[in-house]
């Protein structure tokens, strides 16, 4: 499904190392130099749009099903931890502010 689209091995430049110049001119020196052009690559064709088959759509479905239930079951269990921590700090709140009541009227 996901494999390389790489061009046929007719159609890829060899590499060649460049000669250097010599350092003395030639005989000819009224012509001027033309530069190098590239010769243009041939064009591969059109990189074609990702087929998927029945089979393939399928466990893409339940791939992405089951990574919102796995997000949606983290997300869930984090706000449960927070609602737990807050209900036990305001126990903790209520047992201290019951127990400096009780040592007010006591004395």
């Known amino acids: ?12 430049q060899p590499f060649t190392i460049p000669t250097a110049a010599p350092l003395v001119p030639t005989a ?8 190098a052009t ?5 064009a591969v064709g059109k990189r074609s749009a ?4 029945p089979g393939g759509v399928v ?6 099903t089951a990574a919102v ?5 983290v997300l869930v269990s ?17 047992v201290v502010r019951s127990i400096l009541t009780n040592q007010h009227t006591n004395h």
Request: glycine share 6%; with cysteine; hydrophobic share 50%.
């Open 59 to 64: 466990a893409v479905a339940a791939g992405g």
């Open 1 to 12: 499904m996901f494999t390389p689209k790489i061009p046929p091995p007719d159609t890829a």
């Open 28 to 35: 000819d020196t009224t012509t001027p130099v033309q530069p």
């Open 69 to 73: 239930l796995i997000v949606g079951a």
């Open 50 to 53: 990702v087929q998927l088959t």
């Open 78 to 94: 984090m706000l449960l931890a927070t609602a737990i921590t807050a209900a036990s700090v305001a126990i903790c709140a209520l």
């Open 38 to 42: 590239p010769t243009p690559t041939p």
